[in-house]
């Protein structure tokens, strides 16, 4: 599964973002039994989960970005979204999608957020 990420960039505090993840190589039969994820990682920290979202819809959050992000997906178009709002600098970080299934993870390459104060 190969997926592609977008939407990041430069936005300043209480600001909002969309991120985009595609899977534009995958038929919908193989990504919708996918669990889809958003990560992140900042300069210097481990590498987090932020948002997830499994195939039939159940999602959940870091502590640190309930109320504030949502994550959803359209099967049909084969993409997961991540919805960002009231961002804070503590946002900004290098954000991944993943798609997970089975124990096997597939990542996309990173799309930058910061978040200035």
């Known amino acids: 599964v190969q997926l592609q990420a977008s939407g990041g960039g430069l936005v300043q505090a209480g600001g909002s973002l969309r991120l985009s993840c595609a899977a534009p190589g995958t038929i919908s039969s193989i990504f919708n039994p996918f669990t889809m994820a958003w990560y992140r990682q900042a300069p210097g920290k481990q590498r987090e989960l932020v948002a997830r979202i499994t195939s039939d819809r159940k999602t959940n959050y870091v502590d640190s970005v309930q109320g504030r992000f949502t994550i959803s997906r359209d099967n049909a178009k084969k993409r997961v979204y991540l919805q960002m709002n009231d961002l804070k600098p503590e946002d900004t970080a290098v954000y991944y999608c993943?798609?997970?299934?089975?124990?096997?993870?597939?990542w996309g390459q990173g799309t930058q957020v910061t978040v200035s104060s």
């Open positions: 993943n798609a997970e299934r089975i124990g096997n993870y597939y």
